[in-house]
């Protein structure tokens, strides 16, 4: 039986995956940063930050009530001295001013924009799952006490899930909204008189919005609030991929385990991992020591600093590569997602073993763990800038340093070097 009262894992993985910046206004982010770190505006020098943090994932964990949100980070916002009015020097323009910290006010915007971007994120991902018999979006009525005249206009709007529409107005799309999608069957929508001529009221008009703090100029589509106008499930896996690519290289290891066990649970993930992503198949990309060059791949796991030491590599992930998703899938197509969460096990097992195979910058690592063993073979790029998964597989309990003994005999037999990189 389903337990409604945590949320499902996409919700709870939404803040998660975030960095956190403290900021004097939500407009010193450049709108794409917002996807990639959590920030309240004038927390700078309170330290107050990880606490409203750290009450906003529980409150999207647990289903907790802004009134037990309040309750709870109110006494430890108070303690700390953000709250109320007070005077601040804005680090921008060396202006001091009065500004608002903590209030019931703030608090209950701050837990409204998180609740509702981790939602309106998992909605989205649990939709690209299922869009297969539910391909349709129908935009529901606001319950808002006084709604918008825009978003009144689009209630009843039937458009694919796909549609480029649902870029900029997958709701929210603008501050305290509260309109909702459901996600509808082909027959239901054709029901509710779905016509894929009709568009959404004010298609197409837009507002010219001026940052006065960056001095950025953004075209925002009529109706949607500036900062809203994205769809926080697409926004997510940009925000994944933005991490590891530039934010992780700085990043905790703490984070980059976050970023990359949710990543598994990604559905661009499962169609790597299961072989369904087009990928070049040409000689020069047959060849092992070239084969995820200029590829698409995906993080499945942090690379422990023990195994980057050991692979003379400073990269802080390992990736799965498309082509190598191909070979995943052939030769093992019974692993699942949760599986692939496994690769992390065994890179930070005690107990692991590890082989080193110079000439082809390989290492192969087994580990017995508590009820199984797996094998893992991780390859370095020639730059050793990146590390990607060549192989992974569950095995036998107590058949890992068998399986690592016979691939030794088998590299040593073909005059190939091979090193323990571990103690046996």
């Not at 202006?95 to 924009?113: C, F, H, M, N």
């Given at each position: 039986m389903a337990d409604f009262s945590q949320a499902p894992a996409e919700e709870q993985g939404h803040l998660r995956a975030k960095g956190q910046r403290e900021t004097w206004s939500w407009k010193d982010f450049q709108f794409d940063e917002h996807a990639a770190s959590f920030t309240v505006a004038k927390t700078a020098g309170y330290d107050v930050l990880g606490d409203i943090r750290k009450a906003a994932q529980d409150a999207i964990d647990n289903r907790v009530s802004f009134d037990e949100f309040r309750a709870k980070l109110t006494p430890v916002l108070q303690a700390k001295g953000w709250w109320g009015k007070k005077q601040g020097v804005d680090p921008t323009t060396g202006e001091i001013t009065d500004v608002q910290l903590g209030s019931p006010r703030r608090l209950k915007t701050i837990y409204w924009a998180n609740i509702r971007a981790a939602r309106a994120a998992s909605e989205w991902e649990r939709a690209q799952h299922t869009k297969i018999g539910l391909p349709f979006f129908e935009y529901l009525h606001t319950t808002a006490a006084h709604p918008r005249e825009q978003h009144l206009a689009?209630?009843?709007?039937?458009?694919?899930?796909?549609?480029?529409?649902?870029?900029?107005?997958?709701?929210?799309?603008?501050?305290?909204?509260?309109?909702?999608?459901?996600?509808?069957?082909?027959?239901e929508a054709r029901r509710k008189g779905y016509d894929p001529d009709r568009r959404p009221a004010y298609e197409g008009q837009t507002k010219i919005w001026r940052n006065d703090r960056t001095g950025e100029t953004r075209s925002i589509p009529v109706g949607v609030d500036p900062g809203w106008d994205n769809n926080p499930g697409k926004y997510r896996f940009d925000n994944l991929r933005r991490l590891w690519d530039d934010k992780l290289s700085?990043?905790?290891?703490?984070?980059?385990?976050?970023?990359?066990?949710?990543?598994?649970?990604?559905?661009?993930?499962?169609?790597?991992?299961?072989?369904?992503?087009?990928?070049?198949n040409s000689p020069a990309n047959n060849d092992p020591l070239n084969r995820e060059r200029g590829q698409f791949a995906i993080p499945v796991a942090a690379l422990p600093e023990a195994v980057a030491k050991a692979m003379e590599?400073?990269?802080?992930?390992?990736?799965l590569s498309v082509s190598n998703g191909v070979k995943q899938a052939d030769r093992h197509p019974d692993l699942t997602m949760a599986d692939y969460r496994r690769v992390q096990l065994a890179l930070d097992a005690a107990s692991a073993k590890w082989l080193w195979e110079p000439a082809k910058r390989q290492l192969h690592i087994a580990a017995d763990l508590v009820d199984y063993s797996v094998k893992?073979?991780?390859?370095?790029?020639?730059?050793?800038?990146?590390?990607?998964?060549?192989s992974f597989h569950i095995i036998d309990k107590g058949k890992a340093l068998e399986k690592l003994r016979q691939k030794e005999k088998s590299l040593l037999g073909n005059n190939e070097a091979a090193i323990w990189k571990k103690g046996e």
């Amino acid at each position: 039986m389903a337990d409604f009262s945590q949320a499902p894992a996409e919700e709870q993985g939404h803040l998660r995956a975030k960095g956190q910046r403290e900021t004097w206004s939500w407009k010193d982010f450049q709108f794409d940063e917002h996807a990639a770190s959590f920030t309240v505006a004038k927390t700078a020098g309170y330290d107050v930050l990880g606490d409203i943090r750290k009450a906003a994932q529980d409150a999207i964990d647990n289903r907790v009530s802004f009134d037990e949100f309040r309750a709870k980070l109110t006494p430890v916002l108070q303690a700390k001295g953000w709250w109320g009015k007070k005077q601040g020097v804005d680090p921008t323009t060396g202006e001091i001013t009065d500004v608002q910290l903590g209030s019931p006010r703030r608090l209950k915007t701050i837990y409204w924009a998180n609740i509702r971007a981790a939602r309106a994120a998992s909605e989205w991902e649990r939709a690209q799952h299922t869009k297969i018999g539910l391909p349709f979006f129908e935009y529901l009525h606001t319950t808002a006490a006084h709604p918008r005249e825009q978003h009144l206009a689009w209630v009843g709007i039937i458009l694919p899930v796909d549609d480029q529409w649902w870029d900029a107005h997958f709701p929210p799309s603008a501050w305290l909204c509260e309109c909702r999608v459901l996600q509808i069957s082909r027959s239901e929508a054709r029901r509710k008189g779905y016509d894929p001529d009709r568009r959404p009221a004010y298609e197409g008009q837009t507002k010219i919005w001026r940052n006065d703090r960056t001095g950025e100029t953004r075209s925002i589509p009529v109706g949607v609030d500036p900062g809203w106008d994205n769809n926080p499930g697409k926004y997510r896996f940009d925000n994944l991929r933005r991490l590891w690519d530039d934010k992780l290289s700085g990043a905790t290891p703490e984070q980059k385990r976050i970023a990359a066990e949710d990543m598994t649970r990604q559905p661009i993930f499962e169609t790597i991992a299961k072989g369904k992503a087009p990928y070049d198949n040409s000689p020069a990309n047959n060849d092992p020591l070239n084969r995820e060059r200029g590829q698409f791949a995906i993080p499945v796991a942090a690379l422990p600093e023990a195994v980057a030491k050991a692979m003379e590599t400073d990269a802080g992930i390992v990736k799965l590569s498309v082509s190598n998703g191909v070979k995943q899938a052939d030769r093992h197509p019974d692993l699942t997602m949760a599986d692939y969460r496994r690769v992390q096990l065994a890179l930070d097992a005690a107990s692991a073993k590890w082989l080193w195979e110079p000439a082809k910058r390989q290492l192969h690592i087994a580990a017995d763990l508590v009820d199984y063993s797996v094998k893992v073979l991780l390859r370095r790029t020639a730059t050793a800038r990146e590390v990607f998964l060549q192989s992974f597989h569950i095995i036998d309990k107590g058949k890992a340093l068998e399986k690592l003994r016979q691939k030794e005999k088998s590299l040593l037999g073909n005059n190939e070097a091979a090193i323990w990189k571990k103690g046996e």
